[in-house]
């Protein structure tokens, strides 16, 4: 099978175009540095291909199929060895067009991109996108170098970048024989499309979110200034929404400076023993002043052990406080709040679960799956109405992936919801455990 027909001749060209374009693309963002090391790799193996060793670099199977005449007469310009090996295996798409404008060779993830088994020997036309085909025309006839950016429509639209790169002819090319005139790389930058759109959203989330309370501020002090100068009684009311708008924009510059910091730490996993269920109990306390306002009790388990998870006591107990005063802001006046361990499950060995669940009217099906997600709110006038930010969540699930664990929301329409957290437990909590004793270090002392 002739899968490769270009002359092994032009190695030193791809190779050097390769390197050129791992060179721009490491410019252009130093997180391509592991990529674009593939690419150097790959043109230091293709000019080596073109070393006196290069039969030596060729496997037995390789030997056998150039002894094949027909295989001789096609003599692949990328010879079967490791640098084809590497060309194929990259995990950006690699394609080699001809002087007429078909493919000589496209690497597994070109021809996956393009969802296409084989794109060899198929016109540049099959690469879909009139973008891409115009950049390769110009490529191939004007020896014109250049990116563009296109999508390919999917159930989940694809967005690509190619890199268009003309190829010398080689000094001591045959006449007749197809030549590659371009290497087209072409990498998936849906991730870093995807990233900015949600940048950009948060950017205008965030100021609407304080230009809302900033303008009704400017409205108060334009009242006071008026006429209500001379109300006393006026003007100790509208101080007072004064005083509850910079509340809430407090909030709001609180929570958005405690996202920021979970996530500057996301990657770095707590590494300090934290009694788990004692801040449990903590903020349970602290909330329960809030709660009777709302005449909601907060029924609170009792702990028979305090296992110890990894983890940083003040986003711990951020966590607990949010979720604990979701549960008293949604679940409704006058119902109970029940905090309790969630049962074992051998689907999170090794985990504790402590769950948090209120009596209210229940989240809809179709918002559960994005309540973590950055001011994505149920009803936006409900939660402002009981002083939330949209963030809660948010900084919930930043803090738990941190912690290695996991938010688990179970809801009932007209019920109420369950919000668990996961955590992996220490260790050394579970060793003490096994043997029966008390996971707690201060029990014994308690005891004594
Ligand atoms: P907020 O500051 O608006 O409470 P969160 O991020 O804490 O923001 O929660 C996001 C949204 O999830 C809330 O606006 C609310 O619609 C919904 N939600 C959170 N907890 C509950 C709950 N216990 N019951 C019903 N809805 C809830």
């Given at each position: 099978m002739a899968l490769f027909t270009v002359d092994r001749r032009l190695a030193p060209c791809v190779g050097a175009a390769l390197a050129g374009f791992a060179a721009t693309w490491v410019w252009e963002d130093p997180l391509n540095v592991v990529v674009a090391a593939s690419a150097g790799a790959l043109a230091a193996a293709l000019v080596f291909l073109r070393s006196p060793q290069e039969t030596a670099l060729q496997s037995v199977d390789t030997l056998e199929e150039t002894e094949d005449d027909e295989a001789l007469e096609t003599a692949p310009a990328l010879a079967p060895g490791q640098g084809r090996a590497m060309l194929e295996r990259l995990p950006m798409g690699v394609i080699l067009i001809d002087r007429g404008s078909s493919i000589l060779f496209a690497n597994d993830k070109a021809a996956e991109t393009f969802g296409i088994q084989t794109l060899v020997d198929q016109p540049s036309t099959a690469l879909r996108s009139p973008r891409l085909i115009e950049a390769i025309d110009l490529g191939v006839s004007e020896e014109l170098a250049s990116s563009v950016q296109f999508t390919l429509p999917r159930a989940q639209d694809v967005h690509l970048r190619a890199h268009i790169r003309p190829l010398e002819s080689a000094a001591d090319s045959e006449r007749g024989k197809r030549e590659a005139a371009a290497l087209v790389v072409i990498e998936d930058v849906s991730q870093a499309i995807l990233t900015m759109a949600l940048h950009r959203d948060f950017v205008a989330n965030a100021s609407h979110e304080l230009k809302t309370p900033l303008s009704s501020i400017t409205g108060i002090i334009q009242t006071l200034l008026g006429h209500a100068r001379d109300d006393p009684e006026a003007s100790e009311r509208f101080l007072n929404l004064m005083s509850a708008q910079t509340d809430r924009m407090m909030r709001l510059v609180e929570d958005l400076l405690s996202l920021n910091r979970i996530e500057l730490n996301e990657r770095n996993a707590p590494r300090e023993p934290q009694p788990v269920l004692r801040i449990v109990f903590e903020m349970a306390d602290a909330l329960r002043e809030i709660a009777e306002q709302d005449r909601v009790t907060l029924e609170v388990f009792e702990a028979s052990t305090h296992p110890f998870?990894?983890?940083?006591?003040?986003?711990?107990?951020?966590?607990?406080?949010?979720?604990?005063?979701?549960?008293?802001?949604?679940?409704?006046?006058?119902?109970?709040?029940?905090?309790?361990?969630?049962?074992?499950?051998?689907?999170?060995?090794?985990?504790?679960?402590?769950?948090?669940?209120?009596?209210?009217?229940?989240?809809?099906?179709?918002?559960?799956?994005?309540?973590t997600e950055r001011f994505y709110r149920v009803?936006?006038?409900?939660?402002?109405?009981?002083?939330?930010?949209?963030?809660?969540?948010?900084?919930?699930?930043?803090?738990?992936?941190?912690?290695?664990?996991?938010?688990?929301?179970?809801?009932?329409?007209?019920?109420?919801?369950?919000?668990?957290?996961?955590?992996?437990?220490?260790?050394?909590?579970?060793?003490?455990?096994?043997?029966?004793?008390?996971?707690?270090?201060?029990?014994?002392a308690n005891a004594a």
């Open positions: 998870v990894l983890g940083n006591r003040e986003e711990l107990a951020q966590v607990f406080r949010n979720l604990i005063d979701n549960a008293i802001k949604y679940g409704g006046p006058g119902n109970p709040v029940t905090i309790a361990l969630a049962p074992d499950t051998p689907e999170r060995p090794e985990m504790i679960g402590i769950s948090i669940t209120d009596r209210g009217p229940g989240i809809p099906r179709e918002h559960i799956p994005r309540l009803s936006v006038s409900r939660s402002r109405e009981k002083g939330g930010t949209g963030l809660g969540l948010a900084i919930v699930k930043h803090v738990l992936n941190r912690h290695r664990g996991d938010l688990e929301i179970v809801s009932t329409l007209d019920e109420g919801s369950t919000f668990t957290v996961w955590l992996p437990i220490a260790e050394q909590s579970r060793r003490t455990a096994d043997d029966g004793a008390n996971a707690d270090p201060d029990a014994d």
